[in-house]
């Protein structure tokens, strides 16, 4: 693609095909634009095409680019594995969190939260498929943690958050998404008021919409792929 708004514009009219096949409003899903590696021009340019919400998975490299950015009006989402010891980093600098995983890091992000801001949202991250090398409560952990955290003042829990290892099969991943919509569901019936789903990433987006996510958060396919990590 040479244009660079057609990243943008391409994906959006994906996620409405999308959503009008499975029965969905487009205006149901939010985009959250998963930026980390991406430089703080190539976040200005889809900024300059309305794009307004952006994901960061590690503290040290989004520190400085929301600090460049203050003043455009984005809104920062913290997606990345979270070390207990910067969660006070983390609850000061995004409004969500979508990778909370156990009750030590919501109580540090409870009590790190300024009180002059609004209650810091969070996704409780799940690891659906029980990999040990995954971050994510399971889901047998899932109702007692949810509880827990929707005591806290400072914390609004919004939702779910999962990322399933990358399967190529459509049915398949629609498969682990419903699990997920599933434990939300009843969540739900148990009395906590959630409204976000967020699931799907440039690889498996079309299912996550068709089994309900709420918020899709997307990397490769708006910025183009990510160069290779080199090593050292
Ligand atoms: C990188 C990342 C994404 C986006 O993945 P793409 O394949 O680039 O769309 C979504 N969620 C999380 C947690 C990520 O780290």
Aim: proline share 5%.
């Amino acid at each position: 693609m040479t244009d660079e708004g057609s990243g943008l514009e391409a994906l959006r009219s994906r996620i409405a095909d999308a959503a009008w096949r499975y029965g969905r409003s487009p205006g149901a899903i939010s985009l959250l634009a998963a930026s980390k590696t991406r430089s703080v021009s190539e976040i200005l340019r889809l900024a300059a095409q309305g794009q307004r919400l952006f994901g960061e998975n590690y503290l040290q490299e989004a520190l400085p680019k929301l600090r460049t950015l203050t003043g455009y009006l984005l809104e920062w989402h913290f997606i990345g594995a979270i070390q207990s010891n910067k969660a006070a980093e983390i609850a000061s600098g995004f409004s969500w969190v979508h990778s909370l995983d156990r009750q030590k890091v919501a109580a540090r992000l409870n009590d790190y939260r300024l009180p002059h801001l609004t209650a810091l949202n969070v996704c409780i991250q799940v690891n659906l498929s029980a990999e040990p090398t995954k971050s994510g409560a399971s889901l047998s952990d899932l109702p007692g943690l949810a509880k827990a955290v929707s005591q806290y003042p400072c914390l609004r829990l919004r939702g779910l958050m999962a990322l399933p290892a990358p399967c190529g099969d459509f049915s398949q991943q629609r498969q682990s998404f419903r699990e997920l919509a599933q434990a939300f569901h009843e969540l739900r019936a148990a009395g906590l008021d959630l409204d976000t789903l967020s699931i799907g990433t440039s690889e498996d987006f079309e299912a996550a919409i068709a089994e309900g996510a709420t918020l899709i958060r997307i990397g490769a396919a708006l910025f183009g792929a990510r160069p290779p990590k080199t090593p050292g």
